[in-house]
């Protein structure tokens, strides 16, 4: 297995520009996620990365070393895309075996490979069957199968999931969780499902306009979004986000949104005043008094999505949205208190996020 290392890969469609300027570097063994809503050029950039398209500007290596100048076939990297790309007139066992064969292995050897990796893979009893009599899980993996079979120095994957339906999704994002512990290849996975992301990236890349906006690993993104973009891509239900003002008084901040106030007693910041949006995520509010930032909530709507509701309500003239315990009684028009940690708040200023001095 190899590293990747991306320096500055632009790439313009006519007028469009689908990448500006993308680094990234993937350690080997590390698995990297892409996401990013669609067009903000995470396939592109895979494709260059294979060698299927030729970047304008930037260079792609592989353990250090450039690879702009070689064929795809060159760079022994192996794709699996969302079509599968299956050969629908050979076996299971002659899919697999293909890339080995054009390649000029042995026979004994294409044998033993085909069998490690079917058994990997849990498919050694599907090795005679057409890619017809497969379901779809089956079918994507004999196409990870096909990529897995020569071992080659960096997999990419491109939306591999997307055309399963939502219960098998969650269970073949598992098995390939599984799978690259085992085999601890370097993996490049492109989606545009930030679940998916934060559940299979060792670290993540979120994507938008062909740039990269922050890189670093899930659960760092998801507490320290740089930016408003990032902060509302990942998570779901989505950050709640308030334009209005910082001010402050006696060392204590305060955020005048529009028919709200909060006060942030104890929320340190490099920022004192100034126009900014404040984002707090749907958990990070409770129905109560409990913290120290108390606002009056009116209940819109709430949807039960069976282990917990979503409460939609509104305070002054925004929309708010808490996820509260299933146990929770609340009826639509009615008024609650609700009380925010001012510590779970995140501050942003022209659109960029202010560190708390709490933050690491
Ligand atoms: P999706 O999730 O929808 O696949 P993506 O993030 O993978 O989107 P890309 O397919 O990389 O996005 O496209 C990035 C931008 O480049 C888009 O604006 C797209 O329209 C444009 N683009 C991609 N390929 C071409 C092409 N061959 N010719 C012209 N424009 C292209």
Redesign the pocket.
Known sequence: MASLGLKGITKR??E?A?LSGVDLHVEDGEFCVLV??????????LNIIAGLTAQDEGTVMLDGKPVDGLAPRERDVAMVFQSYALYPHMTVAQNLSFGLRIRGASKPNINRQVLETARLLGIEDLLNRKPRELSGGQQQRVAMGRALVRRPRLFLLD?PLSNLDARLRSSVRLELKRLHQKILGTMVY?T?DQVEAMTLGDRVAV?SD?QVQQIDRPETIYAHPVNTFVATFMGSPEMNLYKGRLTSKDGRLRFQGSGFSLDLVGLQLSLEEGDVELGIRPEDIEIGQGGAAIVQAKVDMLSNVGSEQYVHAHIGQEGLTVRVPKEATLEPGQTVTLSINPDRVHIFHTGRRVPATSDP
């Open positions: 469609f006519g469009t689908a990013g809503p669609s067009g903000c050029g995470k396939s592109t950039l939306e492109v545009h994507m062909g």
